[in-house]
């Protein structure tokens, strides 16, 4: 079975640019999870998506989105880059609506000049 | 407020001897706790977890061990080995699963032939 794929791996861009990041999740699994790392941060939850809805969101501006789409696969969005927003960006998948055990991809390394 | 903390931010450990990585969490609903192991340029993956129902999981050569009283969790490696090189997160989740999983900072375990 194949694992979590994230496109693009390496992704450079420049402030107030946006940006769209994709999620092919796990086979047969329903529920995906967006996290953003940063050095010394460790990962911050961004939001999680069941069955094309949005379950959970982490304490990020309105800046960052995401949806699901009905064969699971996902996307999140960034508007109006800052430099800030410089970070890997992982993306989880999991069976069910259980966050109980999470597969990730590799992440998309985002970096905002 | 950092509801799941690592403490220490990085451990050397000699091949063949045990390594104890530790996270303290704040939050008394938190009831599904998880070990992530992380390689560089690769997602973290999942190691090892424990219901708040037990004290103790074991798989392997990796144990652990959680005190609720203390709100404490502990992750035991032995023997440590060179691969078990990386950065372990700890995570925790509320309602069995059923709430985003929070991260700790994690810690960089380096282990030493």
């Known amino acids: ?113 | 407020d950092q509801q799941v903390k690592q403490n220490s931010p990085s451990l050397s450990v000699q091949e063949g001897r045990i390594s104890i990585l530790n996270c303290d969490y704040t939050n008394s609903m938190f009831d599904y706790f998880l070990w992530y192991k992380k390689y560089p340029a690769e997602g973290p993956t999942f190691l090892i977890s424990i219901s708040s129902i037990k004290d103790k999981n074991e798989d392997g050569r990796f144990t652990v061990f959680l005190n609720k009283s203390a709100k404490h969790l502990s992750l035991h490696i032995v023997p440590s080995q060179p691969g078990d090189s990386a950065v372990y997160f700890c995570a925790a989740s509320a309602g069995s699963g059923n709430t985003p999983l929070v991260f700790g900072k994690g810690t960089r375990l380096s282990v030493i032939a």
């Open chain 1, 1 to 113: 079975k194949a694992g979590v794929t994230q496109t693009p791996r390496y992704l450079i861009k420049t402030r107030g640019q946006q940006v769209t990041l994709s999620c092919s999740p796990i086979s047969g699994h329903r529920s995906v999870s967006w996290y953003q790392q940063t050095p010394g941060q460790g990962l911050q939850f961004l939001f999680e998506y069941f069955s094309e809805t949005q379950r959970n969101k982490g304490n990020f501006p309105g800046r960052f989105s995401g949806r699901q789409f009905s064969n699971s696969r996902s996307e999140m969005n960034v508007s109006t880059l800052e430099l800030g927003d410089s970070a890997l960006y992982l993306c989880a998948s999991s069976q069910d609506a259980s966050n109980e055990k999470l597969f990730f991809g590799s992440g998309t390394q985002l970096s905002v000049l």
